[in-house]
């Protein structure tokens, strides 16, 4: 079987994953308050580490924990029975969940839409390898 190398960026996420004792992530999404079951995900995998990250550098991190997720070196679970709000305090800072809040906002008065408010999904990252 043929050795899938890592990137950089999927290599210092597993050192930050196997030296933190729990390792939060959040998923952006919008919701409707007409419609509860109505969900889109605006941004998936969101792992901030300063209040300040670029959106490119974000994306960047979302796409190397998928990768991570498909190469079975991660389990991601949005379906926790429990968590520590503090561990979530840096997204509620975040430039990029601002702009999520500003965005819904300015879009709140057109006609036809239904995305009303926007949430985060909390989440963690477990190491499997």
Same mark, same amino acid.
Not at 2 to 26: D, G, M, N, Y
Not at 36 to 56: C, F, G, K, Q
Not at 87 to 97: A, P, V
């Given at each position: 079987? /043929?050795? /899938?190398?890592?990137?950089?960026?999927?290599?210092?996420?597993?050192?930050?994953?196997?030296?933190?004792?729990?390792?939060?992530?959040?998923?952006?999404?919008?919701?409707?308050?007409?419609?509860? #079951?109505?969900?889109?995900?605006?941004?998936?995998?969101?792992?901030?580490?300063?209040? #300040? #990250?670029?959106?490119?550098?974000?994306?960047?991190?979302?796409?190397?924990?998928?990768?991570?997720?498909? /190469?079975?070196?991660?389990?991601?679970?949005?379906?926790?029975?429990?968590?520590?709000?503090? #561990?979530?305090?840096?997204?509620?800072?975040?430039?990029?969940?601002?702009?999520?809040?500003?965005?819904?906002?300015?879009?709140?008065? /057109?006609?036809?839409?239904?995305?009303?408010?926007?949430?985060?999904?909390?989440?963690?990252?477990?190491?499997?390898?």
């Amino acid at each position: 079987m /043929k050795k /899938k190398l890592l990137t950089q960026t999927e290599k210092e996420i597993l050192s930050a994953v196997s030296h933190a004792r729990r390792f939060p992530i959040v998923r952006f999404e919008l919701r409707s308050s007409q419609e509860p #079951d109505l969900r889109s995900i605006a941004l998936n995998h969101v792992y901030i580490t300063r209040p #300040d #990250d670029s959106m490119e550098l974000v994306k960047e991190r979302s796409a190397a924990l998928e990768s991570l997720r498909k /190469k079975g070196w991660i389990k991601i679970s949005y379906s926790l029975p429990a968590y520590v709000q503090s #561990d979530y305090k840096i997204y509620y800072q975040s430039q990029l969940y601002e702009l999520l809040c500003h965005t819904v906002m300015e879009a709140q008065g /057109k006609e036809g839409f239904l995305f009303d408010f926007p949430a985060m999904r909390f989440g963690q990252v477990f190491l499997l390898k």
